[in-house]
Nanobody
């Protein structure tokens, strides 16, 4: 019902910034939660940031104050603005959208923070 395509990953130096995009299409209802997960080599997938259907936002402690989630409703696109990037932020980032009992995922985009 919903398709997500995430993009914007790449190579960035420590301290740099990057913005990830997630374009959504399909049957998107007014009430949904959305956000980003990431999976680093040798680690389990972890939630990075999300926005609940209530409007409440939540971020993982290690990225709090550095990562911000936002949306462009006209384009049905959500973003993850990342600043002050650290090598430990290196991971594949996946956007997700939760609608009712369904959860949809993007294909993932690689973010590499290298000195």
């Amino acid at each position: 019902q919903v398709q997500l395509v995430d993009s914007g990953g790449g190579l960035v130096q420590p301290g740099g910034s990057l913005r990830l995009s997630c374009a959504a299409s399909g049957s998107i209802f007014s009430i949904y939660s959305m956000g980003w997960y990431r999976q680093a080599p040798g680690k389990q997938r972890e939630m990075v940031a999300m926005r609940l259907s209530t409007g409440t936002t939540s971020t993982e402690d290690s990225v709090k104050g550095r990562f911000t989630i936002s949306t462009d409703n006209a384009k049905n696109t959500m973003y993850l603005q990342m600043s002050s990037l650290k090598p430990e932020d290196t991971a594949v980032y996946y956007c997700f959208l939760s609608q009712g009992s369904h959860v949809y995922w993007g294909q993932g985009t690689q973010v590499t923070v290298s000195s």
